[in-house]
């Protein structure tokens, strides 16, 4: 089993900035990665960002990329997700993921454990 806390969620107005957390425990198993979904209401869930262990590859989503930062501190075991640039669009409940690396035309982590989500909200 693999717990997944996440923090850092919040509300911001367009352009500012916000730090996800994302702290997992348990059996933490080698060659995982982790990742960064969201769903807005009425909006299908999205994959937002992906990290291999060790950080030494990372995956993101087409609408995020280069305003997002996905990281991971090992020692800590945690993954953080630097957002800046936000966009009102970015407003959702943001969940952090644990699970299974696997290349599909890109890197993908399919998820085998979710966090409880963290509501960003961002305004105009």
Same mark, same amino acid.
């Given at each position: 089993?693999?717990?997944?806390?996440?923090? #850092? #969620?919040?509300?911001?107005?367009?352009?500012?900035?916000?730090?996800?957390?994302?702290a997992?425990?348990?059996?933490?198993?080698?060659?995982?990665?982790?990742?960064?979904?969201?769903?807005?209401?009425?909006?299908e869930?999205?994959?937002?960002?992906?990290?291999?262990?060790? #950080?030494?590859?990372?995956?993101?989503?087409?609408?995020? @990329?280069?305003?997002?930062?996905i990281? @991971?501190?090992?020692a800590k075991n945690?993954?953080?997700?630097?957002?800046t640039?936000?966009?009102?669009?970015?407003s959702a409940i943001?969940?952090?993921?644990?699970?299974?690396?696997w290349?599909?035309?890109?890197l993908?982590?399919?998820?085998?454990?979710?966090?409880?989500g963290?509501?960003?909200?961002?305004?105009?």
């Amino acid at each position: 089993q693999v717990q997944l806390v996440e923090s #850092g #969620g919040g509300s911001v107005e367009a352009g500012g900035s916000l730090r996800l957390s994302c702290a997992a425990s348990g059996y933490i198993w080698s060659g995982n990665c982790m990742g960064w979904f969201r769903q807005a209401p009425g909006k299908e869930r999205e994959g937002v960002a992906v990290i291999v262990a060790g #950080g030494g590859a990372t995956y993101y989503a087409d609408s995020v @990329k280069g305003r997002f930062t996905i990281s @991971k501190d090992n020692a800590k075991n945690t993954v953080y997700l630097q957002m800046t640039s936000l966009k009102p669009e970015d407003s959702a409940i943001y969940y952090c993921t644990f699970g299974r690396p696997w290349y599909g035309g890109q890197l993908n982590c399919a998820p085998n454990y979710w966090g409880q989500g963290t509501q960003v909200t961002v305004s105009p």
